[in-house]
């Protein structure tokens, strides 16, 4: 089945960076964009970015620019998302999700299963 | 950006009862508007997309309308396992931006 497994959960330092792995399988990996959402503990779903695994095109959102890099590595099928200088309040789980959509529209679906990353000193 | 309001931020409900879920775009985005639940300690699940349409295996008492800027969604009989957090979604745009949320609990 059609599904994306995330790594495990972090703890880092502020000012440290952490690297979160997606890995997808049951389709092709290039076919669909991959995103990156998080949510902090009891609030709501944030955009963070997207990346086309076919090009390695990215798109940040502006909050994250400058301290935010999503890459891959195809012949694992696997997408990276880097979050550098981390700072108290980006202590939330963090998930990737495929893109899916077509003439109609995109939309979200599947989705990782989450990786919670808590910046502590 | 596109901003997204969803009303109620909460609600309290019974088993049973039929459950609607309001969202606004703050520009008109077609109809380019998805629905997730999300259960505590879980990713969020894609209910609804292109404003209307149910995602395979969701059940039919799940169900969305609306477009340009007012959407909805209706749950037409609450069952236990509805009880969660559903948020709207647009993808008109960059960013994809997502309403606040709207919890369902029980009454």
């Known amino acids: 089945q059609v599904q994306l497994v995330q790594s495990g959960a972090e703890v880092k330092k502020p000012g440290a960076s952490v690297k979160v792995s997606c890995k997808a399988s049951?389709?092709?990996?290039?076919?669909?964009?991959i995103n990156w959402v998080r949510q902090a503990a009891g609030q709501g779903l944030e955009w963070m970015g997207w990346?086309?695994?076919?090009?390695?095109?990215?798109g940040y959102a502006q909050k994250f620019q400058g301290r935010i890099s999503m890459t891959r590595n195809s012949s694992i099928s696997t997408a990276y998302m880097e979050l550098s200088s981390l700072k108290f309040d980006d202590t939330a789980i963090y998930y990737c999700?495929?893109?899916?959509?077509?003439?109609?529209?995109?939309?979200?679906?599947?989705w990782g299963q989450g990786t919670l990353v808590t910046v502590s000193s | 950006d596109i901003q997204m309001t969803q009303s109620p931020s909460s609600l309290s409900a019974s088993v049973g009862d039929r459950v609607t879920i309001t969202c606004r775009a703050s520009?008109?985005?077609?109809?380019?508007l998805n629905w997730y639940q999300q259960k505590p300690g879980k990713a969020p699940n894609l209910l609804i997309y292109?404003?209307?349409t149910l995602q395979s295996g969701v059940p039919s008492r799940f169900s969305g309308s609306g477009s340009g800027t007012h959407f909805s969604l209706t749950i037409s009989s609450l069952q236990p396992e509805d009880f969660a957090t559903y948020y709207c979604?647009?993808?008109?745009?960059?960013?994809?931006?997502f309403g606040p949320g709207t919890k369902v609990e029980v009454k």
């Open positions: 999700t495929a893109d899916s959509g077509d003439y109609v529209g995109n939309w979200f679906d599947p």
């Open positions: 049951g389709y092709t990996f290039t076919t669909y964009d």
């Open positions: 990346m086309n695994p076919n090009s390695g095109n990215t």
């Open positions: 520009q008109s985005i077609n109809t380019y």
């Open positions: 292109a404003a209307s």
């Open positions: 979604q647009e993808s008109y745009n960059i960013p994809r931006t």
